[in-house]
């Protein structure tokens, strides 16, 4: 099924590990997202691609490191784990296009930093 | 700092009844977005209205848009136990998507 895959699904880190966060899209689409999610916070932009080959920090880029591979794959890593970074990851992509499209969301990635 | 503010946090209400839900936000937009997330999962776009929209309608959904007061609306009519989720509205200043915290939606049979 065309979508948005995330991998792993689980991960249990301890402070100072690092770890890459996977995503990958098989719709074509351009622009690529990773956001976290903390409990009455709603969503949060971690980092954005509007395109292959470029990056942008979004709302909250501290403690990561995003990789554009190509047009399908858009990795998020933590070089030295916090718990504050305990989290739900989601990645999503969108067509281009102005005004911003609906965006198709992975399943997310629930991350715990002991 | 976030752009969409939901109101409210949390909503229950009885299977058939209809549930509204409101979204505020600070700047002006091109359009409007709202998804739905069940617990545990991904988010699903569910509607978007543009800028120059006042109300759209996608099945049991009815989304009003009123940029003169920076607002919207979600609607639910004859909601049903599978309503139940936390519903977002989103914003796209500067082109990518600003989340609200969310209204928790409780649906009971």
């Known amino acids: 099924n065309a979508g948005v895959t995330q991998t792993p699904k689980f991960q249990v880190l301890k402070t100072g590990q690092s770890m890459t966060l996977q995503c990958a899209q098989d719709?074509?689409?351009?622009?690529m997202y990773w956001y976290r999610q903390d409990p009455g916070m709603g969503l949060r932009l971690i980092y954005y691609s509007a395109s292959e080959g470029t990056t942008d920090k979004g709302e909250v880029p501290n403690g990561y490191n995003v990789s554009r591979l190509n047009k399908r794959e858009f990795s998020l890593r933590l070089e030295s784990a916090a718990p504050s970074q305990t989290s739900v990851y989601f990645c999503a992509s969108s067509a281009p296009g102005r005004p911003a499209p609906g965006y198709t969301f992975g399943s997310g990635t629930r991350l715990t930093v002991v | 700092s976030q752009q969409g503010e939901e109101d409210p946090q949390a909503l229950s209400i009885q299977e058939g009844e209809n549930a509204t839900m409101n979204c505020s936000y600070k700047?002006?937009?091109?359009?409007l977005q709202w998804y739905r997330q069940n617990s545990g999962r991904g988010l699903v776009h569910l509607i978007l209205?543009?800028?120059?929209?006042r109300e759209k309608h996608s099945g049991r959904l009815r989304v009003t848009l009123d940029t003169s007061k920076k607002s919207s609306s979600l609607l639910i009519t004859a909601s049903r136990a599978a309503d139940t989720a936390s519903y977002f509205c989103a914003t796209d200043p500067g082109g990518k998507l600003i989340f609200g915290q969310g209204t928790e939606l409780s649906v009971k049979p």
């Open positions: 209205i543009r800028s120059n929209e």
């Open positions: 719709m074509n689409h351009n622009s």
């Open positions: 700047t002006s937009i091109n359009n």
